[in-house]
């Protein structure tokens, strides 16, 4: 009996110390692509860090820059978020694909990725449950764009 007792202490021991897994990390990532030469640009958005980039086409340049992300700016990006209304939205228009230019919005969290594009939150009465993320995240990228 004595040694049953041991190798259940010695099982609970090696459960105990295996190794916590991650939860998988929240990301957030608006950008804006341009046809013809226009360029894009991305902000990717995490609790821990915010990387804006910017990729100038036709002339090959590149911009990048990252900040470690106020937890106000946070909190307000995951107060405007309802992943349930963001995952209705189905819109994925191509106006890059004719000069213009498009906005493209990415969500994962977890096992959850879902992405739309459009021509501007004005745009579409489908946006209209997600209007208040997207713009969020649009002041947040343009803080970037401007500095």
């Not at 049953?4 to 990390?25: D, G, T």
């Not at 640009?41 to 804006?52: A, G, P």
């Not at 990048?64 to 992943?83: A, C, E, H, L, N």
Request: aromatic letters at 10%; proline letters at 3%.
């Amino acid at each position: 009996m004595r040694f049953n007792n041991f190798l259940i202490l010695i099982l609970a021991f090696v459960v105990s110390c295996e190794p916590e897994k991650e939860k998988p990390e929240m990301e957030m990532t608006i950008g804006t692509v341009c046809g013809w030469c226009g360029g894009t640009d991305s902000l990717v958005i995490t609790k821990e860090e915010m990387v804006y980039a910017v990729e100038a086409i036709c002339d090959r340049s590149e911009y990048k820059t990252s900040k470690p992300t106020p937890d106000s700016v946070w909190s307000r990006i995951v107060g405007s978020y309802d992943q349930t209304k963001f995952s209705k939205v189905n819109i994925h228009t191509c106006n890059f694909c004719a000069d213009g230019c498009d906005t493209w919005v990415r969500v994962k969290n977890g096992t959850f990725v879902h992405e739309i594009r459009f021509g501007g939150i004005q745009d579409s009465a489908i946006l209209k449950p997600v209007n208040e993320f997207v713009e969020t995240l649009v002041n947040e990228k343009i803080k970037f764009s401007t500095h």
